[in-house]
C-alpha cells in the first residue's frame, strides 16, 4: 500500500515510523514531512492545510489510504474532500473534528449528554465577559473557542489576569477568529492525564494513558507551549480510574457524537483532571496529541495500519489491540526562546549516537543543502526512550538526548517528576 501522511511535526514523525514497520505498508509519503520525516518516507512540498493540493496530489500519485494528523486540516475538511474523491483516509470528518474546533460545541456537547467536566460559560461580547470574570473571581480559566495551536488556553492566577487574557483574544486577536468566542470556566485542581482512543465512530479502544507537561520551564512554571514532553503510561491512572473514565466519560462521548449526527472516526483525544470529585473532562482533541503520540506509539505492539483500516470501515471491536509491556518517556528538545521568538538554522549535532539508545522524532528540522540538519520550529526534537519502568524510560530518554547539541537548546529536567 502507498500510504500518505499529512503533517510535518513530531506526531507525524511517531506515525510514519509506526507504519514503516507494517508488512502492509510498502511506500510512505509525507506532506510536508521534516528532515528525520525523509529518512523514512517521500516528502512531498504540499502544505498540510493545502486541501485541494493534497487531494490533487493524492489522485495523482496513486495514494491508497491517507493519515490526516494535525487539527487544522480536519477541521477544514480534508477527510471530506478525500473521501469524495474515493480515496480512504483516517480521521473525522469536518463535522466530527468540531469536537476540537469549537471549544463551545465540546463543551454544550457535555452539559446535554452529562459527561462531567468544568462548569463553565460562553461569550461573544467581551465586556460581559469580563463582567463574569469579576462576579467569578479567580483562579479562572479562560479558554479561545476555535484552534490556536494548543496555546489557547489561560489559567489564570488573579482575576486582573483572566482579564487581560479575555482582552487578548477578544480586542486584540492575539488568535485571530479563534478568540471571537471565548469560554469561561472553573478552574477545577487534580492531576492531569491524557487518554488517547481509537474511534471507529461507535466502538473506542483506548491507549495507554499519557501526561503532557505544557509549561516552558521546571516545575510547571512560564507560558503554556504545545508540548516539552511525555510519559506513558501514567501512575496514578490506575484500573479502577479507568474503569470510571470508560463508563462516564469515553463511551458516553462517542455515543453522544452519533447521537448527534456526527460520528467520530479517528483518534479522540481525551484530556483529563483527576478531581477529588472524579475524573472530568478538560478538553477534547480530534487527533494524537503531540508528544503524548511520541510515547504512546511507542508502546503499541500491533500493526498500526491494521487499526487505521478498522476504524475507518468500522470494525474496530473485532481487532485485538496489544501494548508492550513497561513505559515511555519523550524529552522535547526547545529552541531558546520558545513558545516566543526564536532562531532557525542552528546545526544539530549527536542524533547519531542519541539513536542509538532511543528513537529521536523530528519535529522542527530541516536538511542544507550540505546534509547539515538544522533547526526550524520552535520545538526541534522530541527523544523518545522505553524502559522496563517509568523511571528507566526517563533516565533513558535524558541519556540519549545528552549526546544532542544545538546553540540555545532548552529543554525541561523533570519530565515526569513535576507532578
Same mark, same amino acid.
Given at each position: 500500500? @502507498? ?101 463551545? !460545541? ?205 476504524? @475507518? ?92 547539541? !544545538? ?13
Amino acid at each position: 500500500m @502507498h500510504i500518505l501522511v499529512v503533517g510535518g511535526g513530531g506526531r507525524e514523525h511517531a506515525i510514519v515510523w509506526a507504519l514503516s514497520k507494517s508488512p502492509k505498508v510498502d511506500r510512505i509519503s509525507c506532506a510536508p514531512g521534516n528532515a528525520g520525516i525523509a529518512a523514512l518516507a517521500d516528502c512531498v512540498p504540499v502544505k498540510a492545510t493545502d486541501v485541494t493540493g493534497m487531494v490533487a496530489w493524492a489522485k495523482a500519485n496513486t495514494v491508497d489510504f491517507v493519515m490526516v494528523a494535525p487539527d487544522d486540516p480536519l477541521a477544514m475538511g480534508m477527510v471530506d474532500a478525500l473521501e469524495a474523491e474515493g480515496i480512504p483516509a483516517f480521521g473525522p470528518k469536518a463535522s466530527a473534528a468540531v469536537i476540537e474546533a469549537s471549544k463551545a !460545541f465540546s463543551k454544550d456537547l457535555m452539559a446535554k449528554y452529562h459527561i462531567p467536566t468544568a462548569q463553565y460559560r460562553t461569550f461573544t461580547d467581551m465586556d460581559v465577559a469580563l463582567a463574569y470574570v469579576e462576579e467569578q473571581g479567580a483562579p479562572i480559566v479562560v479558554k479561545a473557542d476555535g484552534l490556536a495551536l494548543g496555546k489557547g488556553v489561560i489559567v489564570a492566577q488573579t482575576v486582573e489576569e483572566a482579564k487581560e487574557a479575555v482582552r487578548s483574544m477578544m480586542a486584540d486577536k492575539k488568535f485571530g477568529e479563534a478568540g471571537a468566542k471565548v469560554v469561561i470556566e472553573e478552574c477545577m485542581t487534580g492531576p492531569e492525564v491524557t487518554v488517547l482512543a481509537f474511534c471507529d465512530g461507535k466502538h473506542l479502544v483506548p491507549m495507554p494513558s499519557s501526561q503532557d507537561h505544557k509549561r516552558a520551564y521546571d516545575g510547571n512554571k512560564g507560558p503554556n507551549t504545545g508540548g516539552m514532553g511525555s510519559i506513558a503510561p501514567v501512575p496514578c491512572y490506575t484500573p479502577d480510574v479507568a474503569k470510571v473514565c470508560m463508563e462516564t466519560i469515553f463511551q458516553p462521548t462517542v455515543d453522544a457524537m452519533a447521537a448527534e449526527g456526527c460520528p467520530f472516526q479517528g483518534v479522540l483525544y481525551f484530556g483529563l483532571m483527576l478531581t477529588p470529585q472524579g475524573p472530568k473532562v478538560v478538553e477534547y482533541n480530534s487527533r494524537f496529541g503531540d508528544p503524548e503520540c511520541q510515547s504512546v506509539l511507542s508502546l503499541l505492539d500491533t500493526d498500526l495500519m491494521d487499526i487505521l483500516q478498522a476504524c @475507518h470501515d468500522g470494525t474496530l471491536d473485532q481487532l485485538d489491540i496489544r501494548w508492550k509491556s513497561g513505559a515511555a518517556c519523550c524529552l522535547v528538545l526547545a529552541s531558546g526562546g520558545y513558545p516566543g521568538s526564536y532562531q532557525k538554522g542552528r546545526p544539530i549535532t549527536g542524533l547519531e549516537e542519541a539513536g542509538k539508545t532511543a528513537v529521536v522524532f523530528h519535529a522542527g528540522t530541516a536538511k542544507n543543502e550540505d546534509g547539515t540538519i538544522v533547526t526550524s520550529g520552535g520545538r526541534v526534537l522530541g527523544v523518545t526512550a522505553v524502559g522496563d519502568d517509568l523511571e528507566r524510560a526517563i533516565q533513558a530518554a535524558y541519556a540519549a538526548a545528552g549526546h544532542i547539541q !544545538f546553540q540555545d537548546m532548552q529543554f525541561r529536567t523533570d519530565i515526569g517528576h513535576a507532578f
